[in-house]
């Protein structure tokens, strides 16, 4: 909900170490991979109940999940990058409830479940969104750097991540944290396809 907002924020907070790293031959691509490899390691360690190392790894995660974007930007972004970047994101996302799943498999299985399908509901209108804008020639004003076009909604990375840690830090309270935010989802979800059919029923119109 507020990603748009905090971009240009986490662009000037990271642009320094960002050049340090772009100046010793780092890649994006090489951090986006480092970190969905440190965000799989979150996983053994919720199953395990090691909710501070658990939080740290998905905090690591998000570190260069923005880094990789802010080092491309001063190499020159390529598609390869763009779609890695979004591709490892969603399993990521979808790995986190997996974890606290599988370490209490009675009290957190099905809210778990709950979660992992609202992510497909606002994971695939984005996507479906994002190949049908490419298609037309739609671009993002809210968020023109990025590789393809990012529709917006009441759960975005930055409320996702919010969501991560509360469930880190007050793991007993999974079950009602991953109802609520589905619901959310779920609501993104339906407002992303409301978007979806009025912007591009626009082009019946023209016909």
Known sequence: MIDAQL???QRLALTPLARVLARRGVS???LTLTGFGIGVLAVPALVLGQWGLALALILANRLLDGLDGTV???KGPTDRGAFLDIALDFVFYALIPLGFALHDPVQNGLPAAVLITSFVGTGSSFLAFAAVAAKTGKSSTAFPAKGIYYLGGLT???ETIVLFGLMC???AAFPAL???FATACGLTTVLRWHHGW???GENL???
Do not use: K, Q, S
Request: net charge positive; glycine share 4%; no cysteine.
């Open 205 to 207: 119109r023209r016909m």
């Open 28 to 30: 994006a691509d090489a």
């Open 198 to 200: 009025r912007t591009f």
């Open 169 to 171: 830090l007050f793991p």
């Open 178 to 180: 991953a109802f609520t």
């Open 72 to 74: 491309a930007r001063i």
């Open 156 to 158: 975005e990375g930055f």
């Open 7 to 9: 971009v240009p924020l």
